[in-house]
Nanobody, 129 residues
């Protein structure tokens, strides 16, 4: 079955950086769009960034634009989220997620929560002020 395993979370001071990784297995990783979501305490889950199956299209939430970069290495079946200039409000559990259908890249698909069928277990990111 499909498995997504996140890593790279931790505690960092405001202004610092972290890189999250998400290793995929169980199906052909390279043909599915992927996304990073987060859930902060007491808040709804939100889409942070998404990337098309081939990396040609990306989407970022306004709150992270210019600070976070989503990328993928299909030769390693791995999704990344480089997070720079971290703020205390970035504190959350971060989840990677995979599209249920192959070969999709439109913004409408990348930004729809219903696109994503497979989820990782999450990794905690804590940013101290």
């Amino acid at each position: 079955q499909v498995q997504l395993i996140e890593s790279g979370g931790g505690l960092v001071q405001a202004g610092g950086s972290l890189r999250l990784s998400c290793a995929g297995s169980g199906r052909t990783f390279s043909i599915y769009a992927m996304g990073w979501f987060r859930r902060a305490p007491g808040k709804e889950r939100e889409l942070v960034a998404a990337i098309s199956y081939n990396g040609g299209s990306t989407y970022y939430a306004d709150s992270v634009k210019g600070r976070f970069t989503i990328s993928r290495d299909n030769t390693k079946n791995t999704l990344y989220l480089q997070m720079n200039s971290l703020k205390p409000e970035d504190t959350a559990v971060y989840y990677c997620a995979a599209d249920k259908l192959p070969g999709r890249s439109s913004r409408a698909v990348l930004t729809a929560t219903t696109t994503y069928e497979y989820w990782g277990q999450g990794t905690q990111v804590t940013v101290s002020s």
